[in-house]
């Protein structure tokens, strides 16, 4: 059975940081695009950020860059993404998202993991 799980959700306050990861099972991912997106309550799922199957290629959302990183460890089958100077608009449910296109589409994405909460307090 293929998953892909998240961890290091949490509350933080505004200003602060947090690292997300996502270890996938079931199968290798390392050839394939890794991605994060968010979904707010009542919006709909959007696009943070992705890393290519070789990790040279990433590609930021314009309201996370600067401020977010995206790694990979393909011999962990784990997806990283530091996100710094949090702001209350970054409050949503972070997913990670495997697929073969390096690119911000949700549709292209075939495989989820069940989300972590991100909280940032004023």
């Known amino acids: 059975q293929v998953q892909l799980v998240e961890s290091g959700g949490g509350l933080v306050q505004a200003g602060g940081s947090l690292r997300l990861s996502c270890s996938a099972s079931?199968?290798?991912?390392?050839?394939?695009?890794l991605g994060w997106f968010r979904q707010a309550p009542a919006k709909e799922r959007e696009f943070v950020a992705v890393?290519?199957?070789?990790?040279?290629?990433?590609a930021y959302a314009d309201s996370v860059k600067g401020r977010f990183t995206i790694s990979r460890d393909n011999a962990k089958n784990t997806v990283y993404l530091q996100m710094n100077s949090l702001d209350p608009a970054d409050t949503a449910v972070y997913y990670c998202?495997?697929?073969?296109?390096?690119?911000?589409?949700?549709?292209?994405?075939?495989?989820w993991g069940q989300g972590t909460q991100v909280t940032v307090s004023s």
């Open positions: 079931g199968r290798t991912f390392s050839s394939d695009a």
């Open positions: 998202s495997a697929g073969s296109l390096t690119t911000n589409w949700v549709s292209a994405y075939a495989y």
């Open positions: 890393i290519s199957w070789y990790g040279g290629n990433t």
